[in-house]
């Protein structure tokens, strides 16, 4: 019972910052431009949560992530849901073996799963008809934000750990 209600916790702490994330990155995304890179905090943070967490919080928390940028963007409807979905559960899958014994992976994965977001929206856009310029858009936006998402990954990771994951969270509630 104690593990539930922590976990219950950690997914309502989890729900509360994704929404927090979404929120400044619709409302001050454009103040938080550097240079050409625009950081994707919910994409951030789905990833940083994951890969801490493992799969299965991955999908949640990219589930959640995803449907909050979705009520918000102009892409098709549940773009964001199931790209983030997927890469809550794709940088979840290695958690307990690779993810924790090395600190670059997690900026890695960061940097993929940006470049991989990016790609989904893109197809899907020019899928639905739009004119998607991909080479301009790579070189110029996706690639500069995913490095940006990577840097920012190094402050998100040990926040998100502090802020979720602390031990006395769990010694709490025991």
Not at 21 to 34: D, P
Not at 97 to 116: D, E, G, K, W
Not at 128 to 141: D, M, P, S, Y
């Amino acid at each position: 019972m104690v593990g539930g209600i922590v976990h219950t916790r950690r997914i309502g702490l989890l729900a509360l910052a994704l929404a927090i994330a979404t929120l400044l990155q619709f409302t001050m995304g454009s103040r938080l431009m550097l240079f050409s890179a625009r950081p994707d905090l919910v994409l951030l943070l789905v990833v940083t949560n994951s890969v801490a967490r493992g799969a299965e919080e991955g999908l949640l928390g990219g589930l959640l992530g995803g449907l909050m940028v979705d009520v918000l963007s102009i892409v098709p409807f549940g773009t964001a849901t199931v790209s983030m979905g997927l890469i809550g559960v794709a940088t979840g899958l290695g958690e307990a073996n690779l993810y924790r014994a090395n600190a670059i992976v997690p900026l890695v994965a960061v940097f993929l799963a940006t470049v991989f977001y990016h790609s989904i929206i893109m197809l899907v856009l020019q899928g639905a008809g739009w004119k998607v310029e991909w080479i301009g858009t790579l070189a110029l936006q996706t690639i500069p934000g995913a490095c940006l998402n990577a840097v920012l990954a190094l402050l998100a990771q040990p926040l998100l750990h502090r802020v979720l994951y602390s031990r006395s969270v769990a010694e709490q509630f025991r």
